[in-house]
C-alpha cells in the first residue's frame, strides 16, 4: 500500500510536509496543469492512501494550485477512489459539505473531508493534526473515515 500526498505547495508549510514524508507518504506538488491531478489520482494501487490538499469548496476539491480553476468532474474522481479502493483524506476546505460530500458518499468512496476550513496544527516533530474549523467554530466531518465529534482532530495515517 502507497500513501500519496497530492498538494498546493501555497497551502502547505515546511514542517508539515517534513512530518509527512517521515510518514511514508510521497508527496506530489499540484501545478497549474490538471493533468498532474489527473495522472496522479488515476495510477494510484489498489488500497492505496490518498491525502488531497488544495482548494475546494462544496463542489469539490481543485485540480491545480490556487484559486483558480474548474469544477473537477466528480464522477470521474469517484470512478478512481473505488476502481482501487482508494482510502481518500480529502483536505480541501468545505468539501465535506454537499453536494461534494454527498456525491462521494453515494458513489461509495472510503473517504473523510471537512465541513468547515482544514486546519493544520503540528505537534512536535512526528505529527499532524487537521481539525474542520469556520473561525472559531468546529465544523465537523463528512465520510466514513471522519473522526467522531466535530471538534476531534484528524490524524494522518
Request: proline share 5%; charged share 25%; hydrophobic share 30%.
Amino acid at each position: 500500500m502507497a500513501k500519496v500526498f497530492l498538494y498546493d505547495p501555497a497551502e502547505t508549510t515546511k514542517d508539515t510536509l517534513a512530518i509527512i514524508k517521515r510518514k511514508g507518504y510521497t508527496c506530489v506538488e499540484l501545478t497549474d496543469d490538471p493533468d498532474v491531478f489527473w495522472n496522479t489520482v488515476e495510477n494510484l494501487g489498489e488500497g492505496d492512501v490518498l491525502a488531497l490538499l488544495s482548494h475546494g469548496n462544496a463542489n469539490g476539491p481543485s485540480d491545480v494550485t490556487g484559486t483558480e480553476g474548474d469544477d473537477i468532474d466528480m464522477d470521474r474522481f469517484c470512478e478512481a477512489m473505488t476502481d482501487h479502493n482508494i482510502e481518500l483524506y480529502l483536505l480541501s476546505c468545505n468539501t465535506g459539505q454537499d453536494p461534494c460530500g454527498e456525491t462521494l458518499s453515494d458513489n461509495g468512496v472510503r473517504f473523510v473531508a471537512p465541513k468547515g476550513c482544514a486546519v493544520f496544527t503540528t505537534v512536535g516533530t512526528d505529527q499532524v493534526l487537521v481539525y474542520s474549523k469556520s473561525g472559531g467554530e468546529y465544523k465537523g466531518w463528512s465520510g466514513p473515515l471522519a473522526p467522531t465529534r466535530d471538534n476531534k482532530s484528524l490524524s494522518l495515517p
